[in-house]
């Protein structure tokens, strides 16, 4: 049912992009996939991909901070594909910020990766979108409605793309459904964590163990060919973590 079918995925080379590319690759789309740094992560993927199913997917090198390459992206993929019609804004940066210390760069970081680039790249993917009744998927976090503590421009950047999913819903009905996936304890962060902190952090969730990228990636296969009637939610997939106090 998707086969020739396109989406983009930003931040794609690694952990839960890795795992939306596989599931969407495998269901029969055609892919673009973003990559900044993790060059070696990006090209081994694609290699996997298109060995699977030949020039099935293509690469898109840049900064999505770089917001004048972003309308470029998009036309790379027109170009390649003639068509879009799916956008998972997934790229993101994370990482704490003390009161008091906050680098104005670090603010211009965290809401521009997490909120500034989702809507300049879903702006530039509308007019595609529209044209074949696409979608956009947005990854939230379950902290953009809680916050986490250390971590106040992350969080304030993560519920302001829980808006712009909902305003963007709004705007681009009835012909983009626009929906957000707000992922919990799915992957450790890239910086180590001790055992007693893991703990901690699944302590907190009402099915006491962490989840997997192939559970976020089932769920945006779900919005994606499964969801045509809905658009504007934000679809939790924490374990239960969003129960805690």
Same mark, same amino acid.
């Given at each position: ?5 396109v ?5 794609g080379? &690694?952990?839960?992009g890795?795992?939306?590319a596989h !599931?969407l690759?495998?269901?029969?789309? /055609?892919?673009?996939?973003?990559? /900044?740094k993790s ?5 081994a993927?694609? #290699?996997?991909?298109?060995? &699977? ?6 690469l @898109? ?5 770089d917001t004048?390459?972003l309308?470029?992206m998009?036309q790379q993929?027109?170009?390649t594909?003639?068509?879009l ?8 940066t994370?990482?704490?910020?003390? $009161?008091? &210390?906050?680098e ?5 970081? @965290?809401?521009?990766?997490?909120? !500034?680039?989702p809507f ?5 993917a509308a007019?595609h979108l529209k044209?074949t009744?696409?979608c956009?998927i ?5 902290h953009?409605?809680r916050? %986490?503590p ?7 950047? &993560?519920?302001?793309?829980i808006?712009?999913? !909902?305003?963007l ?5 009835? /012909? ?8 919990? #304890? ?6 180590? @964590?001790?055992?007693?902190s893991?703990?901690? $952090?699944?302590a !907190?969730?009402?099915? %006491?163990?962490?989840g ?9 296969l ?5 969801a045509p ?7 939790p ?9």
């Open positions: 049912m998707l086969e020739t079918k989406a983009f995925i930003t931040g080379a &690694k952990r839960i890795a795992a939306l !599931k690759h495998a269901a029969g789309m /055609n892919l673009a996939i973003n990559y /900044n060059e070696t992560a990006a090209r993927l694609q #290699t996997e991909l298109n060995n &699977k199913r030949p020039n099935s997917v293509i @898109l090198q840049g900064s999505v901070l004048a390459k309308s470029d998009i993929i027109i170009d594909y003639e068509r019609d799916v956008l998972i804004n997934n790229a993101s994370f990482y704490p910020t003390s $009161m008091g &210390k906050v104005e760069s670090e603010w211009e970081d @965290l809401f521009g990766t997490n909120l !500034k680039a300049f790249l879903s702006q530039a007019p044209n009744q696409g956009i947005n990854l939230v976090d379950i953009g409605k916050p %986490k250390s971590y106040p421009v992350y969080s304030s950047a &993560k519920a302001g793309l808006m712009l999913t !909902k305003a819903a709004l705007e681009l009905a009835p /012909n983009v459904r626009v929906n957000g996936i707000a992922p919990g #304890t799915i992957l450790w962060p890239d910086e180590q @964590l001790d055992e007693t893991k703990q901690e $952090m699944i !907190k969730v009402a099915l %006491k163990r962490h997997s990228p192939e559970d976020i990636a089932k769920i945006a779900f919005l994606i060919s499964d009637y809905i658009t504007g939610q934000i679809i997939v924490d374990g239960g973590r969003s129960l805690h106090q």
